[in-house]
T-cell receptor, first 114, second 114 residues
Framework: AQSVTQPDIHITVSEGASLELRCNYS??????LFWYVQSPGQGLQLLLK??????LVQGIKGFEAEFKRSQSSFNLRKPSVHWSDAAEYFC????????????FGAGTRLFVKA | SAVISQKPSRDICQRGTSLTIQCQVD?????MFWYRQQPGQSLTLIAT?????????ESGFVIDKFPISRPNLTFSTLTVSNMSPEDSSIYLC???????????FGPGTRLTVT
């Protein structure tokens, strides 16, 4: 069955420091992979997506993610975190199971300290 | 892209009553989704609603508890019936953006059942 694991429930980084959020997926075929962000009191927004091609994908707000098939991972990175990046981040995998559906990981809450 | 609105944004309801949540999209879309996000949790798909057909429910969700209507390509409703405190959650509507499988989410409806 398809699944997404985000091993870190929460992460704290200093403003200006680099960030990496981990995501591992389980899916039998080539996955559709996504990262979404949910800021306090707001809906979910797509940061970036991977379907095929270049394994390093660029997203909005300076985020990028790298797809590594051998490790079944799709980690999210940002070289320099801003205080406004504090939010909940969800990794998701799209699966064709009797129609297309998106399966979300448990989320990682990012705290940014000054 | 798609802009999605939901009504109400929040509500406090008595147990045993029902609440209907509306989801309006600014463009015609084929697939609409309803999710539940319990406090501090990830998103759980309730059902997929395609215009012109019955909604498809995920395991653990039934039509009697969460009836869904999809009268046209821009609108859907989710009813939470015979509510109990365990139904206290954020309910999110989303749509799929064409063939890219990425989703756009509404701002959510925060439901508290007392």
């Amino acid at each position: 069955a398809q699944s997404v694991t985000q091993p870190d429930i929460h992460i704290t980084v200093s403003e200006g420091a680099s960030l990496e959020l981990r995501c591992n997926y389980s899916y039998g075929a080539t996955p559709y992979l996504f990262w979404y962000v949910q800021s306090p009191g707001q809906g979910l927004q797509l940061l970036l997506k991977y379907f095929s091609g270049d394994t390093l994908v660029q997203g909005i707000k300076g985020f990028e993610a790298e797809f590594k098939r051998s490790q079944s991972s799709f980690n999210l990175r940002k070289p320099s975190v801003h205080w406004s990046d504090a939010a909940e981040y969800f990794c998701a995998v799209g699966a064709h199971t009797g129609g297309f559906k998106t399966i979300f990981g448990a989320g990682t809450r990012l705290f940014v300290k000054a | 892209s798609a802009v999605i609105s939901q009504k109400p944004s929040r509500d406090i309801c008595q147990r045993g009553t029902s609440l209907t949540i509306q989801c309006q999209v600014d463009s015609q879309v084929t697939m609409m989704f309803w999710y539940r996000q319990q406090p501090g949790q990830s998103l759980t798909l309730i059902a997929t609603a395609n215009q012109g057909s019955e909604a498809t429910y995920e395991s653990g969700f039934v039509i009697d508890k969460f009836p869904i209507s999809r009268p046209n390509l821009t609108f859907s409703t989710l009813t939470v019936s015979n509510m109990s405190p365990e139904d206290s959650s954020i309910y999110l509507c989303s749509v799929e953006a064409g063939r890219s499988y990425e989703q756009y989410f509404g701002p959510g409806t925060r439901l508290t059942v007392t």
